[in-house]
């Protein structure tokens, strides 16, 4: 009873101080600006961690909400709510100790030479000001990147050049794209009445038989987490609920991974990949550690069969066209995939302003990949810029645990700074009063320890369906490769623990519940 009461009183407190936030220091002349672009993963976990009692923040998004994008996967199954896992960025900033400004623009420009950027409001609505300038001491670039179509035909589809858009033809050009991304809410919504309009059409009187195996192929292109996540959701949602709903069709439903490197994950350890490979093979309750050593033998493809899930590594895509895509497998042949559903999640490419921002750094920036960083997570060839998340080219992962991490790191490096010009200026004031040498040297030496920055390291995680997940997690010297029944729950915990609030807590903990008590609704919205 007494664990209870405190439970609920922490929560009681807990829900009113994040609704209620209290004064913030104002702007202050004096002090450096922080301009941050995008509230994704690496600048919300940036402004989360940051004190910017010295600093003025600026926030820039052309959206004003952050999205737990790990989760994604989750809505277009309905095992999650949308709203669940948005939070609007100034239940964040509102919370800081000074005042941050918090705009929705887009960012057209950035000049690291002037260290200004120039951002337009792309809102229906707009008022008399709708394009200004900002400078800026230190620019947090967080802005992420786009899909990457790799140029292939018919993966995102395009009207001819003479052709004119009205408001209702919209649709027909968003029809036109025969993949669908999963990035933003917006795609997950897309892709959840894509895949019921395939069910619902393949149990419609009087089908074809061929029809319906092209309708209930849902193909996965691109095997990073968002690929393997997502194909591990659909699963559990054919098992646990097509299967009770539609009982006729559901053991058609057949769900294809394709990859074109030798291995899906490739950012986990060789080790973990063996485990991943047996895990979606056997799909059977255990607990896997780094403890043994499995290879990838032949029987695997057999039991993908049987299991309704079938990787094709080695296999690019060639074309995709309205109804089948055409790939080259490992053998150099043509080959065709039927589909009704086909998720896009090969990786990223940079945007625009990435692109027109490496442009005027010059040689320094010389990767298609992305922006290039330093081990501090300074960007090449410009003074005052912190790039992180996947609008850089690193060794680790595009993925929004990596950046998520970023900013925290960035978050104690920026304290560092902080505390390292607060110790120069001490420093100045000593010597200009003729302190004693020991003082002076005490000093410096601060000064030197303030200067002295960690790099970076960062811990992956992957959900890959039947209640099992996959982590590989950095120890001492080596890596601790964990996979199973047991991982799961610290894949669930870990990714709990990392929403940022209460409210945003408790309604991911109530859809799950639901979903194991209540099951996902089969409707199509």
Known sequence: LVGVLGAGTFVVWTSYEQRNPGEQLPHDPSLPNVVVLGNGWGSTAFLKQLDNEGYNVIVISPRNYFLFTPLLPSVTV?????????????????????????????????????????LSDTSEIKGAVADTEIGYDYLVYAVGAENNTFGIKGVKGTLPSSTRLS???????????????????????????????????????????????????????????TGVEYAGELHDFLVEDLSKWFPDIAGRIKITLIEALPNVLPMFSKQLMSVLRFELTFFKKHFLTHQFSLACSDYTMSTFKENNIDIATKTMVQEVKEKVIIAKNENKELVEYPYGLLVWATGNTARPVTRDLMSKIGEAQNSRRGLLVDEHLRLLGADGIFALGDCTATNYAPTAQAASQQGKYLARVFQQLAKKDGLLKELEVAKSSNAE?????????????????????????????????IADLPVMSGNLAAAGFATYYFWRSAYL????SLRNRVLVLTDWTKCKVLGRDVSRE
């Open 78 to 118: 309905g095992t999650l709510a949308a709203r669940s896992i948005l939070e609007p960025t100034r239940f964040l900033t509102r919370h800081l100790k000074r005042k941050v400004e918090v705009y929705e623009a887009e960012v057209t420009s950035v000049d690291p030479v002037k260290k200004t950027i120039q």
């Open 437 to 469: 040498p020991s003082r002076l040297d005490s000093l410096a030496n601060a000064v030197i320890r303030a200067s002295a920055i960690r790099p970076f390291h960062y811990t992956s995680l992957a959900y890959i369906g039947s209640d099992k997940a």
């Open 497 to 500: 623990s990392q929403l940022f």
């Open 167 to 225: 408001s209702s033809a919209k649709v027909t050009f968003i029809l036109l794209d025969h993949a669908c991304f999963l990035k933003e809410v917006s795609d997950a919504e897309k892709i959840r009445v894509r895949l019921m309009d395939c069910i619902e059409s393949a149990n419609f009187a009087g089908q074809t038989e061929a029809e319906i195996d092209r309708l209930l192929s849902f193909v996965v292109v691109g095997g990073g987490p």
